[in-house]
């Protein structure tokens, strides 16, 4: 077996090519280039077990037959050493909430945790720079709207991550 074939599983959710350009040019702007490995995005599970990897696909393509769920991305908000931006999504949550159902036996503390959305712009950097970061981006900032047409799978290397594949939602349609 390949080393990423063991490698633990992620969930994130795909934002529109509009909504992600917007929110990765942020991310790639602020979070410190030598810790950004991955792409922005909204994360629904951060560990699943690789050996799941049949029922993660199965629950995947059993909760994609809805409406692409609506994404706002509202209010930003400070973390310890950086800062992200608060996404209102009531129909991203039904689909966190049955997936967690499906997935409830595997389960790691941190995805027990109530469902947050949000994407990190900046993490770990010194004080200073997150206290200045915030207050500049702050100044201009205007929320706005998107959708997800999918949920992304993904494998974790230690670092970056591997795209695995693109459940999208049922097209033409935003929930």
């Known amino acids: 077996m390949s080393p990423s074939a063991e490698a633990p599983l992620l969930i994130t959710a795909e934002a529109d090519p509009e909504s992600f350009a917007r929110v990765d040019g942020l991310r790639r702007r602020y979070f410190p280039p030598e810790r950004n490995l991955i792409p922005a995005h909204v994360s629904l599970f951060h560990h699943l077990p690789p050996r799941e990897h049949a029922s993660v696909e199965a629950a995947l393509e059993a909760v994609a037959g809805r409406a692409a769920p609506t994404l706002h991305f509202g209010r930003l908000r400070r973390l310890g050493g950086g800062m992200a931006v608060d996404v209102d999504a009531p129909g991203l949550g039904a689909v966190h909430r049955e997936l967690s159902r499906a997935f409830a036996q595997w389960l790691t503390p941190q995805d027990r ?9 900046m993490n770990k950097a010194p004080p200073r720079d997150a206290t200045a970061a915030f207050a500049e981006l702050s100044a201009g900032w205007a929320s706005f709207d998107g959708h997800a047409p999918a949920l992304l799978l993904w494998r974790y290397l ?3 991550w591997e795209l695995v594949r693109r459940v999208p939602f049922t097209p033409g349609r935003a929930g």
């Open 113 to 121: 945790q109530p469902f947050r959305p949000h994407v990190t712009l």
């Open 158 to 160: 230690g670092g970056p």
